[in-house]
């Protein structure tokens, strides 16, 4: 059983920066991938970004350039850097990972963390 705590939200203006945290109850070791989502109102929920135990990462085409993914894995922790942030990132962000067992992978989602894009 994993458990995620997303923090780091808030209100910015246009061309801010936030960084998003998420702690996990478990050893980044244990998880096969990890990945930031997000979330507006009425929308689906949408993949923002990935990155693998090897450290290898991905993003949505909108967010290239400007978001950067991370982990710690002495401190059991993911991260999503985000700068100058636009109006159309205003979303609820959730962390998600998959866990490495055996008989297939776990997925675990947090509570999500709000941020808000503003002039």
């Known amino acids: 059983q994993v458990q995620l705590v997303e923090s780091g939200g808030g209100l910015v203006q246009p061309g801010g920066s936030l960084r998003l945290s998420c702690a996990t109850s478990v050893s980044i070791f244990r998880l096969n991938r990890m990945a930031w989502y997000r979330q507006a109102p009425g929308k689906q929920r949408e993949l923002v970004a990935t990155?693998?135990?090897?450290?290898?990462?991905d993003y949505t085409d909108s967010v290239k350039g400007r978001f950067t993914i991370s982990k710690d894995n002495t401190k059991n922790m993911v991260y999503l850097q985000m700068n100058n942030l636009k109006t159309e990132d205003t979303a609820i962000y959730y962390c998600n990972v998959l866990e490495d067992v055996g008989g297939g992978p776990r997925n675990y989602w947090g509570q999500g963390t709000q941020v808000t894009v503003s002039s």
């Open positions: 990155i693998t135990r090897a450290g290898s990462t």
